[in-house]
Nanobody
Framework: QVQLVESGGGSVQAGGSLRLSCAAS????????MGWFRQAPGKEREGVAV???????SYADSVKGRFTVSQDSARNTLYLQMNSLKPEDAAMYFC??????????????????????WGQGTQVTVSS
């Protein structure tokens, strides 16, 4: 079992920044593939970024160059630095984890069904 708790959401103006955090605890969480997903009202959940246990990362095209996923050295906390935010980035953001081989982790942002554990989400609002 892995427990995930997100924080850091809030309201910002377009062009602003936020940093989301996800505290991970439980069964060998440090060895898991970790990811950030988001879901806006009336839309399907979509992947934002993933990071593997070796630090490899993958991003959705819509956030490349603006968002950065990272972890602390102990891999207890997952971060998502979001810069140059746009109104279309507004959504509930979720942290997720799963034991995945490297190739599945790399493509994991396109496959939320790969992920076993989910946090409760943190809301991001971006005003124009």
């Amino acid at each position: 079992q892995v427990q995930l708790v997100e924080s850091g959401g809030g309201s910002v103006q377009a062009g602003g920044s936020l940093r989301l955090s996800c505290a991970a605890s439980g069964d060998a969480a440090a060895s898991y593939c970790m990811g950030w997903f988001r879901q806006a009202p009336g839309k399907e959940r979509e992947g934002v970024a993933v990071i593997d246990s070796d630090g490899s990362t993958s991003y959705a095209d819509s956030v490349k160059g603006r968002f950065t996923v990272s972890q602390d050295s102990a891999r207890n906390t997952l971060y998502l630095q979001m810069n140059s935010l746009k109104p279309e980035d507004a959504a509930m953001y979720f942290c997720a984890a799963a034991r995945l081989p490297p190739d599945q982790c790399y493509s994991g942002s396109q496959h939320p069904e790969f992920f076993t554990y989910w946090g409760q989400g943190t809301q991001v609002t971006v005003s124009s």
